[in-house]
């Protein structure tokens, strides 16, 4: 079966029906950034045993009328459809490639009963070598649904590898998410405290308490917050991490021609610093036309569009040079090209270029919308965003910028395909660099604290994930999508999920005793640590004059497993 939709090439994928057993998938939570998944030459065998759909010989769709089977495994169209049911996750991979061609794209799409497509992923594929599709869909209906395998390319031929579909219970979902955050968020720490002879100090008491974490929730703030201490109060009770909605942008610190006022941005970016936040750049340029200082849009000479926006970037950036975690450089650049069609095509990679050199040490991110919110749009997916990042470091002078990814997550109103943003962040994450969540936002709509809790949770439970800023606040701050506290700051539902997870992703004060072991004759202790900075105690109840206090970092770098040693003199 053949159809066209919005320009791509729709093949019907029908195959093996086996009995479902979730409970040993593992697949949708490997991650292709740790993982060879993009053009090798043999695709491994899958370790996975059952599934709703299975198939481990190569599939090969054409785009011919017909499907054909023959000893090598082609398939034809069959029979058989797919039940979904609501409520579940579907996760979704195989390997794929190209018969004839070179680097398409080949996507996975999901096909309801009365016609709908759901997309659930996709992948650069190329001619003679496999490439790892995954992917999945989160139905909010029961019923049947027909799988394809898309393309842009109505003539392409595509192979297939390995398919498998998945299915999860939101609880086997939700426990996947908890092993990995026990892994990739923390590390387990072993305090040996002993004598200057070596012998064991027993019964000695350390406490803890972290003082920084390493991955930060924050939010972003707007100028009401100057007018506002409650607002002010509000927030720096919170959040340690923060962007600005507008203040920094052109438009607003340069009204008109020559004429900068940095008044209300260096005034926010003050009381961000006395109340030790941090401050995300938002943003240097943006490329979307509307979006100019208006004196800006009228100028039709390139040089001098040139001049002004070299103007520009030195400005903002020499003046809060050191005092930002990060840049967006040249905003929404695959949703729009001003500076492209004002300037030529490598225009924003020659910004990125300029910044770098302005201030090596910060991060330059990419920062899209509809990436890892919207597979039904096609204009900065996940590849392509990928393909814009790796198009800037391929310019000359760019190949060791700092670069970042800024996924802004403005979701709609309905359950989020948990699925494809963890394919999103996986395809996005193999680029090696920091992916941020940078303008969280979900309009108000009766699952909203569901739907925020079950996004923030995806995100923090993928390695690949640093940071995430929630576009939100109380009613005061005129966040008027994502309102967390009413006019009294008193927390809305998604207020209260907010709090909960900036609770939840703090290491709580502790205190452990350390315990004689009889195999090794050291005093010894062991505890799973969230990554950050700690202040330590260890004292000890009946020992006068024993304490020592220090700091210690906590980080993946150091591994799972970190031994800490204690010594005093006696």
């Given at each position: 079966?053949?159809?066209?939709?919005?320009?791509f090439?729709?093949?019907m994928?029908?195959?093996?029906?086996?009995?479902?057993?979730?409970r040993?998938?593992?697949?949708?939570?490997?991650?292709?950034h740790?993982?060879n998944?993009?053009?090798?030459?043999?695709?491994?065998?899958?370790?996975e045993?059952q599934?709703?759909?299975?198939?481990?010989?190569?599939?090969?769709a054409?785009?011919?009328?017909?499907?054909?089977?023959?000893?090598?495994?082609?398939?034809?169209?069959?029979a058989?459809r797919?039940?979904?049911h609501?409520?579940?996750?579907?996760?979704f991979?195989?390997?794929?490639?190209?018969?004839?061609?070179?680097?398409?794209?080949?996507?996975?799409?999901?096909?309801?009963?009365?016609?709908r497509?759901?997309?659930?992923?996709e992948v650069r594929?190329?001619?003679?070598?496999?490439?790892?599709?995954?992917?999945?869909?989160?139905?909010?209906?029961?019923?049947?649904?027909?799988?394809?395998?898309?393309s842009?390319?109505?003539?392409?031929?595509?192979?297939?590898n390995?398919?498998?579909?998945?299915?999860?219970?939101?609880?086997?979902?939700?426990?996947?998410?908890d092993?990995?955050?026990?892994?990739?968020?923390?590390?387990?720490?072993?305090?040996?405290?002993?004598?200057?002879?070596?012998?064991?100090?027993?019964?000695?008491?350390?406490?803890l308490?972290?003082?920084?974490?390493?991955?930060?929730?924050?939010?972003?703030?707007?100028?009401?917050?100057l007018?506002?201490?409650?607002?002010?109060?509000?927030?720096?009770?919170?959040?340690?991490?923060?962007?600005?909605?507008?203040?920094?942008?052109?438009?607003?610190?340069?009204?008109?021609r020559?004429?900068?006022?940095?008044?209300?941005?260096d005034?926010?970016?003050?009381f961000?610093?006395?109340?030790?936040?941090?401050?995300?750049g938002?943003?240097?340029?943006?490329?979307?036309?509307?979006?100019?200082p208006?004196?800006?849009?009228?100028?039709?000479n390139?040089?001098?569009?040139m001049?002004?926006?070299?103007?520009?970037?030195n400005?903002?950036?020499?003046?809060?040079?050191?005092?930002?975690?990060?840049?967006?450089?040249?905003?929404?650049?695959?949703?729009?090209?001003?500076?492209?069609?004002?300037?030529?095509?490598n225009?924003?990679?020659?910004?990125?270029?300029?910044?770098?050199?302005?201030?090596?040490?910060?991060?330059?991110?990419?920062?899209?919308?509809?990436?890892?919110?919207?597979?039904?749009e096609?204009?900065?997916?996940?590849?392509?965003?990928?393909?814009?990042?790796?198009?800037i470091?391929?310019?000359?002078?760019?190949?060791?910028?700092?670069?970042?990814?800024?996924?802004?997550?403005?979701?709609?109103?309905?359950?989020?395909?948990?699925?494809?943003?963890?394919?999103a962040?996986d395809?996005?994450?193999?680029?090696?660099?920091?992916i941020?969540l940078?303008?969280?936002?979900?309009?108000?709509?009766?699952?909203q604290?569901?739907?925020?809790?079950?996004?923030?949770?995806?995100?923090?439970s993928?390695?690949?994930?640093?940071?995430i800023?929630?576009?939100?606040?109380?009613?005061?701050?005129?966040?008027?999508?994502?309102?967390?506290?009413?006019?009294?700051?008193?927390?809305?539902?998604?207020?209260?999920?907010i709090?909960?997870?900036?609770?939840?992703?703090?290491?709580?004060?502790?205190?452990?005793?350390?315990?004689?072991?009889?195999?090794?004759?050291?005093?010894?202790?062991?505890?799973?640590?969230?990554?950050?900075?700690y202040?330590?105690?260890?004292?000890?109840?009946?020992?006068?004059?024993?304490?020592?206090?220090?700091?210690?970092?906590?980080?993946?770098?150091?591994?799972?497993?970190?031994?800490?040693r204690?010594?005093?003199?006696?």
């Amino acid at each position: 079966m053949n159809s066209i939709k919005n320009g791509f090439f729709l093949c019907m994928l029908s195959l093996l029906w086996c009995l479902v057993d979730s409970r040993i998938s593992t697949d949708p939570f490997s991650h292709s950034h740790s993982l060879n998944t993009e053009c090798v030459m043999k695709p491994p065998q899958s370790s996975e045993t059952q599934g709703l759909l299975q198939f481990s010989r190569s599939v090969e769709a054409d785009s011919g009328e017909e499907w054909k089977i023959d000893g090598n495994g082609a398939i034809r169209e069959m029979a058989q459809r797919i039940q979904l049911h609501q409520g579940n996750i579907y996760s979704f991979s195989a390997w794929v490639k190209l018969r004839e061609g070179n680097d398409k794209k080949v996507g996975v799409v999901f096909r309801t009963e009365n016609g709908r497509l759901v997309h659930g992923g996709e992948v650069r594929a190329k001619q003679g070598c496999w490439t790892l599709l995954k992917g999945g869909i989160v139905p909010d209906f029961s019923g049947p649904v027909d799988i394809f395998f898309e393309s842009e390319n109505r003539e392409a031929k595509i192979s297939a590898n390995n398919v498998l579909l998945k299915q999860f219970s939101k609880d086997e979902w939700k426990l996947k998410q908890d092993q990995l955050i026990e892994k990739i968020r923390k590390s387990k720490v072993r305090f040996e405290v002993t004598y200057q002879n070596k012998t064991a100090v027993k019964g000695a008491v350390i406490s803890l308490k972290q003082t920084k974490s390493s991955f930060l929730l924050g939010c972003g703030m707007n100028f009401r917050i100057l007018q506002s201490q409650g607002y002010r109060k509000w927030f720096a009770s919170r959040f340690k991490i923060t962007s600005f909605t507008n203040e920094m942008k052109w438009y607003a610190t340069e009204k008109a021609r020559g004429q900068e006022n940095y008044t209300v941005a260096d005034s926010m970016l003050k009381f961000a610093e006395d109340n030790g936040i941090l401050v995300r750049g938002h943003t240097v340029l943006w490329d979307n036309p509307r979006m100019q200082p208006s004196w800006v849009k009228k100028i039709n000479n390139p040089e001098d569009v040139m001049n002004v926006t070299l103007n520009r970037i030195n400005s903002v950036m020499k003046r809060y040079k050191g005092k930002l975690t990060g840049w967006d450089v040249v905003n929404e650049n695959l949703h729009w090209d001003y500076f492209e069609k004002m300037l030529g095509e490598n225009a924003s990679s020659r910004f990125y270029n300029m910044a770098s050199k302005i201030d090596p040490d910060v991060r330059l991110f990419v920062n899209e919308y509809n990436t890892i919110e919207n597979p039904k749009e096609f204009t900065a997916t996940p590849i392509k965003v990928k393909k814009k990042m790796e198009e800037i470091l391929a310019y000359p002078g760019n190949k060791n910028i700092k670069g970042a990814i800024g996924v802004q997550g403005h979701f709609g109103p309905t359950q989020p395909n948990l699925a494809y943003i963890r394919s999103a962040l996986d395809t996005l994450g193999s680029l090696r660099f920091p992916i941020w969540l940078t303008e969280l936002d979900i309009p108000k709509c009766p699952n909203q604290a569901k739907y925020m809790e079950d996004i923030l949770r995806e995100a923090y439970s993928h390695p690949a994930v640093k940071g995430i800023i929630i576009f939100g606040g109380p009613e005061v701050s005129g966040f008027d999508k994502l309102t967390l506290a009413d006019k009294n700051f008193n927390n809305t539902q998604t207020g209260d999920v907010i709090d909960k997870l900036l609770k939840e992703w703090q290491q709580k004060s502790s205190e452990i005793r350390t315990i004689f072991t009889a195999d090794s004759g050291n005093e010894e202790e062991e505890i799973s640590l969230l990554h950050g900075h700690y202040n330590v105690n260890v004292s000890h109840p009946w020992i006068e004059n024993l304490s020592n206090s220090f700091s210690l970092e906590v980080t993946k770098e150091m591994g799972q497993h970190q031994v800490v040693r204690v010594g005093f003199n006696a």
